[in-house]
Structure formats: C-alpha cells, structure tokens
C-alpha cells in the first residue's frame, strides 16, 4: 500500500457511498429500524468542533445500527428562520432568506468532507415553504381542536427595535440587539395550550427511562407541580367589584405569619388603581420597566407602593392587612396575589426589611428557641419543625404535615380549598419579526378572526420586504398585509405576527420521515420510523425545546397526525459534552485583553507566544468561542490531518457526557495511529502466504474485542470502544500467526474502526480482502465460547508491592498455584533468598507473598 494520505482516500470513499447509495433510508417492513437524530444546526455560515462531536456520535451508532441488519433514518436538516437572519439584513443589506440559504450551502459543504452516513435526500430547512406551509396546516388543526387561541399577555417589548422579545434575548434588562432598556407591554399574542398537559408531560417523565436523571429532573422543575390552598382575602375599602382578593399559597401552614398582602403591577385591582391614583400610575410605569421572568424578578430588587387598602385575615376578621402592589408577583402564576409571610420566604423578608413591615415568625427549627430572625427560615417540606403560630395545632411536625393540616382547617372552616397548581404557563408563539413562520390566520372587521383556507397555503413570505426602518416589515407590507376575508370576502388583513422559532423545531423530527409528503405526516412512513430511537443533543435544549416538542407530539396525535405510540417522541435522549481549547490573550495599551486563534501561537515548554516573540497569556480550557478566538476549524484539521484524524480525536479522549479538550498534540497522536494501522495493514499484505502460527490467541483476542467494542458503543463508552481498538492494534502487531489469520484480524480491525473512522476503515477493508464496502458489511458477532478465558493472570505481590505475572488455568489448585510462582524468574529475584513467612493464594485474583 502507498502512504496513509486522507486527501486522497476520503473524498474516494465518501463517492463510493454516494453511488451505492449506502445511507439512503428504506422503509422495510422486513428488518427492524432504527431512527437516530442529532438537534439540527442553525446555519450561522460555520461549523465548529462541537459540531463535528454531536454529529459523529450519530454517525457511529447510525453506521453500527446499519451494519447490525437495521433500517436505518439518519436525516438532517437546518433550523432555518430566526432574528440573527434578520439581523444580518439589518446590518449587510440583502435578504435573509439570501443570507440563510448561502449559509446553509456553506455549512452543508463544511458538513460534506466529515463523511457522516446522513440520507441528504431528506434534507430540508424550515424556512422552506414546503416546510412551513405544512406547520400552517398543523396550527389550523390545533386552532379547530382548542389547542390554540390568543389572550392579552404581558410581554418584553424593545421600544426601538419595536418587537417582543424572548427572554433569552434580554440581557441586563435591555434588547440584545438595540440595548434599549425593554418594558413590559400587554399585548394581544397568540398562545399554545401546553399547561392542558401539565400533568401527563410531569407523570410521563418517569417512563423516559433512557433519558439523563438530569434532563428529567429539569423538565420535572419547569413544569413545577405545587400542592397549595386557594382562599380570598376580603377587602375592606376597595373599590366596587373587588370585595375579595383571591391568593394561592403553597405554604398555608404559614398563614398566621402574614405581615402583608400584594398585588401583581398587572392586576385588574391595580389597574383600577392605576386609572384613579397618578403616584400608582408612575409606579406601575415603573415595575413595567423590569423582566417578565421568574428568574429576572427573582433576582431585581423589590419595590412596592402601599396602596392604602386593607384586606381581612380569613382567621381572624379583626386583623386586617395593608394591601401592597410590588413588582416581584407574576401576573400568570397563581392569582396574581399574595400574602407576604417575611418570617419564611427569601422575597417577602427583603421587601418586609425594606419597608418596616413586621415579620412575625410561624416555625422554628426542632429543638431551636424562638428568636428574633435576622434571615428568613426556609426549610425543606420534609424537614422538622415546631410551630409557635400554627393554623392547625402548635406541635413539632414536618413542613409538608403541616401544610396538609393548613389545607384541612381551611377547607373544614369554608374559606379555602387545596388546588393543585403548575409553574408552566401556556407557550406564547407570537413574534413580531419577518424572518418566521406566518400565522395563518386572517382578521376581518366583520368575522373577526378567520383561519386561512388550507387550499390557499403556504401563505407566503413576501421577498419584497426592507429593514430601513425599525420594526416588523410586514406591518408595512399592504399588498401581502391587505387581502380578502376567507369567510365573507370582504377586505381584511394578514395576522403579520410571525411563530416562535421553537415550534419549527417542535415538529422537525416527524417530518423527517417522509419530507416531501403533501400533508405534515405521510401516515405509513410515520408509523415505521418514529420513534427517534436515539437523540442526539447539548444540554441547554434539555427544557424548553425537548418540553416544547414532546408537546408538540401530543398535539399532533390529537389532529391525526402522529400515532399514540409517537406521543414520546424520543425514546432515548443523550446530552454530549462541548468541545473546549485554552484561551490565549495579550493586552493592549489600556490593559484591555486582545485574544489570539490557536493557528498563530507558538506553544513550547516554556509557555506561549505569537509569532513576532510577543509572550501570551493562557487561560486554562473553556467553551470555545469565537469571541474568545479559541475556536479550532474543523476544515484546517480535515486538510491538515483528514476527517477521520478530527473524529477519532472527540470520540478518545473523554465520556462523550463529559467535555473533550482539543489539543494540537492530541490530534497529531491520533493521525500517527492511524499511521500505525495503516502500515500494520501493509505489513499484513506483505507476510509470508506460507507462515504458520498461533490462530487460535489471535482469533480469541479478535472475538474479545468484537464483543467489547459493541458493548462500548452500545452504551454510549465511545472512548472505552477506542481504547479497546487500540489495544486490539497492538495484539495484532505482535501476532504471530498465519496470514490468513491475521488478514482476519485486519477485515474485524477495519470494521469495528469504520464507525468512527469510516474512510481508512474501508481502504483497509479492501485491501485485506473484504466484499463490497466496508460501509455496507454485516457487523462481527462475538463467539460466547471464545469469551470465557480457559487461563488467568495472577499478579505476584511481594509484600505488598506488584512483583509479577503467572498465567495458569482457571481451576488450578492452589497448592500448584504456589510452585508456579514460587518458580518465576522475577519472584526469585524480588525474594533475594529471604525466607517466605506468609503465601496467600486467592483464587482467580492473585498470589500474596510475604517474605
């Protein structure tokens, strides 16, 4: 054979795949299938290591599954629409619909070269009107089935930009793009019914066996299922129609430690209020200025304004409570009121301390005096306490017998009922942005609001659209915007909202399985191929998305458009680590940090420094990042070192859950590997047809690593799989056994390697004899016989330290265990003629001396 030279043998193989045709997904009846997906890119223009990680752990198990005998559907396909698309046209001119699919064509040239077994012809990008056209139709059937509607809802809205943004997109308190400080804005927006399947999306968790206890537990957080009490304050002086405020409270057994009640800024008493008093209006005006979050209000600092109301204690109508608005109470979570026990809840003590309120406390820790506190007591449900004012009995109980109690009382007395309640709020889809799905709807003055006939759609995004001004350019857009009533036929217009790009990315997966149907799903492709069988993914899409999806599911089997069996799209969920590399910096005049790409430092055992001399700074290992410029191109690796060079190197050097640490001295230890197996091959060819010697080690080291190679993979050790690959390499370089045993050896080396690196596994293949492509070859299958060792290895320690190795049969008896170590050359020496005080064989495991 000729040198290893990637360049040449890669982009060979990859167009021998591509004309056989070999990842091309078939719906056979008659063989299993395995679906496995990675979470589709964005096309921001490049790929990076994180990328060329998360697709070759696909990639293996699709090529193992493949060579298993199964069916198998490795798409891919582009998260297409977005503001950074919109974004772009802001800054560069153009379209983004130009900027997006001249990204895609990068990436996807990018994505090319790595070799991944993905069936292309299924590829697709959600700003694809086919793509999009089919989630009108799907939004249609959820509007007529009740899983979709539109209500007023307090939004962040970027005063310059003129758009609602997501949270992530606030930072500090100002939009991302226009650092205009947001407000809270009540908008009319379009919502999904998700909070309908709080409990089912909750309670199925626990069968998703197969998913991260993390993942789970994070999931399990968001939908946050509370057990509490609902009552209702009366009022004393309110105004007409508010004689009660109604109050949720998880923690009832704290009633008799209120200090306080409060109102959201957004509730209807406080806009009442609000219309009468112009100190509340200012004060509204300025909670509004704060994040819509739970986790933004969490962490602002707490402002109230005593609105001189006052409001009855449900146990004692002669003690009356100042009613308060303040800007921490979510509108959507609860009733929008609260009473304020400062004594016990982190919130309420720093509002009670800042305002002279008092704090009365309601328990203390088992056993502790009743003092004074200087920070509130919060213990866990399950924690022991003793009440000193308790609604049902002053006695040391836990804190969740005590709430169960509170819930009892309330309801026996008649002014409260246990509800059960849950954190996740229905899933506000609108955005007000160009770059997205249109919501298919049509408002009419006469009809109201009418959906779009499904005959007519896609509807369209228009092209002619610009970005010179702030806001949404469909607003401006009549000859899109103005259009017919799909009822009456009168002039109306588009909804020119645009869909969240989380639901482009809620359904992907199902269409996946038949990409050009006419209708979201093709029915009989949907019923063979779902479910994914193994998702691919980073950790941070570990709530919303895969929350967002799995209600997507159930939304899709209610219109007919996914089976039951679907309704858990996922049946086994793995979270990867990132991909990390040191962060080299210098500093400018004003001591700012200027930070420097991998390719133009010098690293020695001295330290680091750029070209011209001039010493680096090194942080120690982070995210890459292209702010930090501690990114590595995957294209400079593929034509420095070769494709499968950069996919061995993230699959070896750590547990794919965990971060990997890209070297330049790990990728050049791997390319000699590979080096060495190449040349191993050629030594293999070039034996001597008519040498003999021991098959029969060789062949039982071969089914050994067959059997643990698969094991690794199977479970996801894609690093354990590599180290048994190395080792086996080394077992066959010092074989010594007949050619055609060892070009056995080779044509099982090359196809237990093929699945991380596909392209030298089939020139090996090749070479040594194998049928057809190594791509398409069934996968060995382990011997059970050949598994079970008829020797061990004992170690030989002398007193206590590791002296030695006896290899002797499994069922030797000890006394004959004795005279073969006793005899071995390095336990004589090590012994030095000192006489033997204790001799301790262990069965199986080892051989104590003690001289």
């Not at 060329?52 to 891919?76: C, E, F, I, W």
């Not at 800007?327 to 919130?347: E, K, S, V, W």
């Not at 499904?454 to 350019?473: A, H, I, Q």
């Amino acid at each position: 054979m000729s040198r290893y030279t990637p360049s040449e043998i890669e982009p060979k193989w990859q167009a021998a795949w591509d004309e056989a045709g070999a990842f091309t997904a078939k719906a056979d009846p008659a063989k299993p299938k395995y679906y496995v997906l990675e979470m589709f890119p964005y096309p921001s223009g490049r790929i990076h290591m994180g990328h060329v990680r998360n697709y070759t752990m696909g990639d293996v198990v699709a090529r193992t599954k493949l060579a298993q005998g199964y069916s198998v559907l490795h798409p891919m396909g582009w998260d297409a629409f977005g503001m950074p698309a919109e974004n772009a046209a802001m800054e560069q001119g153009g379209h983004p619909g130009t900027w997006t699919y001249n990204n895609i064509a990068v990436m996807k040239g990018q994505m090319k070269p790595l070799g991944l077994s993905i069936d292309w012809s299924r590829e697709f990008a959600t700003c694809d009107p086919e793509y999009y056209g089919q989630q009108q139709a799907m939004f249609l059937d959820m509007l007529e089935k009740g899983l979709v509607y539109r209500k007023a809802a307090v939004v962040n809205w970027d005063p310059v930009d003129m758009t609602v943004l997501a949270n992530e997109q606030v930072i500090d308190g100002k939009g991302w793009r226009s650092g205009a400080p947001v407000e809270r804005r009540e908008l009319v927006q379009w919502f999904f019914k998700i909070s309908d399947y709080s409990e089912e999306l909750l309670s199925a968790l626990d069968g998703l066996k197969d998913w991260p206890e993390k993942v789970r537990l994070m999931q399990a957080n968001w939908i946050g299922k509370s057990q509490g009490l609902q009552f209702a304050f009366d009022t004393v002086n309110a105004p007409e129609g508010f004689e009660r405020i109604e109050v949720y409270t998880t923690r009832p057994d704290t009633l008799l430690g209120a200090s306080f009640a409060a109102i959201a800024a957004d509730h209807p008493l406080a806009k009442v209020l609000e219309a009468q008093s112009p100190e509340i209006a200012a004060f509204i005006a300025e909670c509004r200025k704060g994040g819509t979050t739970a986790e933004e209000i969490e962490t602002a600092e707490k402002i109230g304004f005593d609105t001189g109301l006052r409001v009855r204690h449900p146990l004692d109508p002669t003690w009356e409570l100042p009613v308060w608005i303040a800007n921490f109470i979510l509108m959507d979570y609860g009733t929008g009121a609260i009473f304020g026990c400062p004594a016990h809840d982190a919130r309420d003590f720093e509002f009670a301390t800042k305002y002279g309120l008092p704090i009365p406390p309601v328990f203390v820790a088992d056993g502790a005096d009743e003092t004074s506190l200087t920070e509130p007591f919060i213990p866990m449900k399950s924690e022991r306490v003793r009440y000193v004012r308790n609604v049902a009995g002053a006695e040391v109980k836990t804190g969740e017998q005590g709430i169960l109690d509170a819930i009892a009382l309330a309801e026996a007395k008649g002014f409260g009922q246990g509800v059960t309640k849950f954190r996740l709020r229905d899933w506000g889809l609108s955005r007000q942005r160009y770059w997205g799905c249109p919501i298919p709807v049509v408002h009419c003055a006469d009809c109201g609001v009418v959906p779009e006939r499904k005959e007519n759609l896609p509807v369209r995004l228009p092209d002619d659209v610009t970005f010179d001004l702030p806001g949404n350019p469909l607003d401006r857009h009549p000859t899109w915007r103005d259009c017919a009533c799909p009822q009456c036929g009168k002039p109306a217009r588009r909804e020119t909202d645009t869909m969240d790009t989380f639901v482009d990315s809620s359904w992907y997966y199902a269409r996946f399985t038949a990409p050009r149907a006419t209708t979201p799903t093709d029915a009989a492709e949907v019923e063979y191929w779902m479910n994914v069988d193994q998702y691919i993914g980073g950790i941070e899409h570990a709530i919303l998305h895969l929350l967002y999806s799995r209600f997507f599911a159930r939304a899709m089997h209610k219109t007919g458009h996914l089976p039951a069996k679907a309704i858990e799209p996922f049946n086994a969920l793995f979270t990867q680590g990132m991909v990390t590399h040191e962060i080299y910096l210098t500093r400018d005049a004003n001591g700012r940090p200027v930070y420097h790409l991998p390719e133009d430092v010098i690293r020695s055992e001295a330290g680091a420094t750029l070209k011209d001399g001039t010493a680096v700074e090194i942080i120690p290992s982070a995210k890459m990042s292209k702010s930090k410029k501690n990114v590595v191109d995957p294209m400079n690796i593929i034509a420095e070192y070769g494709a499968d060079t950069a996919r061995w190197f993230v699959m070896s050097d750590s547990p794919p859950e965990r971060d990997v640490e890209w070297t330049a001295a790990g990728a050049d230890a791997t390319f000699k590997h590979l080096n060495r197996v190449w040349n191993l091959c050629s030594r293999v060819l070039d034996m001597d047809a008519t040498a003999t010697g021991d098959d029969d080690a060789l062949h039982r080291a071969t089914h050994k690593t067959i059997d643990e190679v698969t094991r690794s993979i199977e479970g996801f050790a894609f690093n354990k799989a590599i180290a048994a690959l190395y080792a086996f390499t080394n077992t066959v370089l010092k074989a010594e056994a007949s050619k055609p045993a060892m070009q056995a050896a080779m044509r099982v080396l090359a196809k237990l390697m093929s699945p991380m690196t596909p392209h030298i596994a089939e020139s090996i293949w090749k070479a040594q004899g194998g049928e057809g492509l190594c791509a398409q070859a069934p996968w060995p299958v382990a011997d059970p016989a050949l598994l079970v060792d008829d020797t061990v290895v004992l170690p030989v320690q002398i007193n206590g330290k590791r002296r030695a190795e006896i290899s002797v049969p499994k069922d030797m008896p000890a006394s004959e265990v004795e005279k073969i170590a006793l005899a071995n050359e390095d336990v004589i020496r090590f012994m030095a003629g000192q006489p033997i005080r204790k001799l301790i064989v262990v069965p199986g495991r080892i051989v104590n001396v003690v001289v």
